[in-house]
Structures are given as structure tokens and as C-alpha cells.
């Protein structure tokens, strides 16, 4: 009776796994991409159909980071970073609230341009109103060009975008003959802009680190004149750092100076 059993629940889950393998079988990947794109606008018909949604997902991968890059954030979480090195406070504020007001700053500053990357790409695009996917790319990568553009002109960056030309072998002798539009695209524009926006965030990390670098060289002055050379300068000096911060409101100040930094883009770049 045992024996029994056993040969008839080994024949059980060989039918099972039979089952399962035929269905492994029938199920066909391509098959699959292709149910997924008739549901997305644009992507109707045939194996390019599934082509289309393999590249979009890969974009999809990668475009966080390039989006991040292509903003402000990068001038934010910088001199947010740089400000608490300068501060002394070693982990506070903590990583994820100086990421997080990044983000929110960047939201704030960015505002009228993610507003209109929406109104003129995606949002007809994701309502159905437009079907082509390139039209709806063209019309949301407009306002964020604008954008870095304005940045690289307000900070006298454009050497940068002279010098990533001048590696993709594109005559820069004659800078004055250039143009934004026709000899300017994404692949040189967002480096450039990225480069910008490291220099510009060092600048003004070198003028907030400089009140407190005043503050540590004076306590250290004071405890070598008064022999007590064993008190290490920072422990004295954190708390009058942190007094002169709030008392002039630095994060606010700090904050402000951010936003203000951000120009708005004039448009017809």
C-alpha cells in the first residue's frame, strides 16, 4: 500500500511538472511585449512594437540619473554637502533630509520648467492626444535645453560646451559662428551643463565654508596662546559655529541663495 502511495504521487508531480514545462513552452516572450504595447500610445503593431517597449524600459532604467543631471539637483545636494562639512556636524543633518530638501529644492526652482516639459511633450502624449513618441520627446526636451542653456550663460560657462566640441571634432575657432540650436545637441549640451553646475556649486561652497574656516582659525589662535593645545579646535568651535548659523538664519539664507542662483530660461534657445 505504501509502495502504492509513493509510485502514485511520483506520477503526480511528474504530470505536474510536465504541465508546467508545456506551459514554459507556449509562453512566448516577444508574445508578451506585444500585449504590453497595445496598450501604450504609439507603439501599435508588429515586432518593432516589442522592440519599442524593450528600448523604453531600458530608458526607463537610466533615466533617473539622467534626469537628476539634467536639473539642479546637482547644485543643491552639493552645497548642501559642502555646508555641513563646513559646519563641522559630521552626519547631521543626515544624508537623507540633505538628499530630500535637494529634491524639493530643485522641484521649487525647476518649477515652471518641469510644468512646461509636461504641457508641451508629455502630456499630450500620455492623454493619447499625440502618437508619436519622438514629437512628444522633442516637445519635453525643449524647455529642459532652455534650461541648461540659461544656466551655462548666467554662470559664463559656455568654454565648457566649446571645449566638449572641440573632442567631437567640431570647428570651435570661430565661437561667435556657433549656434545653440543647430550645432549644440543633448549628447554635449548635458555634459556641459553638468560641468557648470560642479563649478558653480564648488564657488559657492568655497564662500559658505569661509565665515566658519574664520571661526576654527580663531578658537585655534586663542587655545595655542592659552596652552591648551591638547582641546581639540573643532570640539570649541562647533558650538559657536552652530550659534552664528542660527542667528543669521542660515538655512534660509543658504536656501534662498539657491533658488536665486537658478535662472529662469528666457526661452528661444
Given at each position: 500500500m505504501m509502495l502504492a502511495a509513493t509510485l502514485a504521487q511520483a506520477a503526480t508531480e511528474v504530470h505536474a511538472a510536465a504541465n508546467t514545462a508545456a506551459a514554459l513552452d507556449t509562453?512566448?516572450?516577444?508574445?508578451?511585449?506585444?500585449?504590453a504595447s497595445k496598450n501604450v500610445p504609439g507603439?501599435?503593431?508588429?515586432?518593432?512594437?516589442?522592440?519599442?517597449?524593450?528600448i523604453l524600459l531600458t530608458v526607463l532604467s537610466v533615466a533617473p540619473a539622467i534626469l537628476?543631471?539634467?536639473?539642479?539637483?546637482?547644485?543643491m545636494v552639493i552645497v548642501l554637502g559642502l555646508l555641513r562639512q563646513a559646519l563641522g556636524t559630521q552626519t547631521l543633518p543626515p544624508s537623507q533630509v540633505v538628499v530630500g530638501l535637494s529634491v524639493l529644492l530643485t522641484a521649487v526652482a525647476m518649477g515652471g520648467t518641469?510644468?512646461?516639459?509636461?504641457?508641451e511633450g508629455l502630456g499630450p502624449y500620455a492623454r493619447g492626444e499625440q502618437k508619436d513618441q519622438l514629437v512628444a520627446w522633442s516637445g519635453a526636451k525643449t524647455p529642459l535645453r532652455e534650461f541648461m542653456i540659461?544656466?551655462?550663460?548666467?554662470?559664463?560657462?559656455?568654454?565648457?560646451?566649446?571645449?566638449?566640441?572641440?573632442?567631437?571634432?567640431?570647428?570651435t575657432s570661430e565661437p561667435e559662428r556657433l549656434s545653440w540650436e543647430t550645432d549644440v545637441d543633448m549628447l554635449?549640451?548635458?555634459?556641459?551643463?553638468?560641468?557648470?553646475?560642479?563649478?558653480?556649486?564648488?564657488?559657492?561652497?568655497?564662500?559658505i565654508y569661509l565665515p566658519f574656516l574664520v571661526i576654527d582659525m580663531?578658537?585655534?589662535?586663542?587655545?595655542?596662546s592659552m596652552g591648551m593645545m591638547m582641546l581639540?579646535?573643532?570640539?570649541?568651535?562647533?558650538?559657536?559655529?552652530?550659534?552664528?548659523?542660527?542667528?543669521v538664519d542660515g538655512w534660509t539664507l543658504v536656501a534662498g541663495g539657491l533658488l536665486t542662483g537658478v535662472m529662469a530660461p528666457m526661452g528661444g534657445s
Open positions: 509562453l512566448n516572450p516577444i508574445a508578451v511585449l506585444e500585449d507603439f501599435e503593431g508588429g515586432l518593432s512594437s516589442a522592440l519599442n517597449i524593450i537628476i543631471l539634467c536639473t539642479s539637483f546637482t547644485r518641469f510644468e512646461r516639459m509636461w504641457n540659461a544656466q551655462i550663460e548666467a554662470t559664463g560657462n559656455t568654454p565648457t560646451v566649446l571645449m566638449i566640441l572641440e573632442h567631437r571634432g567640431v570647428d554635449t549640451l548635458v555634459p556641459s551643463f553638468v560641468l557648470s553646475e560642479l563649478k558653480t556649486a564648488f564657488l559657492i561652497g568655497f564662500r580663531v578658537v585655534s589662535s586663542l587655545l595655542v581639540p579646535p573643532v570640539l570649541v568651535s562647533l558650538p559657536f559655529k552652530l550659534l552664528l548659523f542660527v542667528l
